[in-house]
């Protein structure tokens, strides 16, 4: 089992930055492939970011170089930089965790994450 709690989200102008948190307990996180993705209101949630436990990252198209992943396996946290954040990334980020099985377009797939936190409010507004 892991849990996984996010931190970080919050209100901020369009432009602006935020950095989202998520602490993973349970299991030997440095195994663990990371993911963040995000769900709008009427929407399907979205993949924004993953990574590996060796740092190897993945990103939706949308994202553009806006944002970054990044980990600090001492910590068991996964962080999300979001800059120049437009309207339409306001949505809930979910941080997920699995397994790594060594297959890259796994780690796109919502399905293929066992593990979810809570989720975290990201609002930008114009």
């Known amino acids: 089992q892991v849990q996984l709690v996010e931190s970080g989200g919050g209100l901020v102008q369009a432009g602006g930055s935020l950095r989202l948190s998520c602490v993973a307990s349970?299991?030997?996180?440095?195994?663990?492939?990371m993911g963040w993705f995000r769900q709008a209101p009427g929407k399907e949630r979205e993949f924004v970011a993953a990574?590996?436990?060796?740092?190897?990252?993945y990103y939706g198209d949308f994202v553009k170089g806006r944002f970054t992943i990044s980990r600090d396996n001492a910590k068991n946290t996964v962080f999300l930089q979001m800059n120049s954040l437009k309207p339409e990334d306001t949505a809930v980020y979910h941080c997920?965790?699995?397994?790594?099985?060594?297959?890259?377009?796994?780690?796109?797939?919502?399905?293929?994450?066992?593990?979810w936190g809570q989720g975290t409010q990201v609002t930008v507004s114009t």
């Open positions: 349970g299991r030997t996180f440095s195994s663990v492939v």
């Open positions: 990574i590996r436990g060796g740092g190897t990252t």
């Open positions: 997920a965790a699995s397994m790594d099985y060594y297959r890259s377009s796994l780690y796109y797939t919502a399905n293929h994450y066992p593990y």
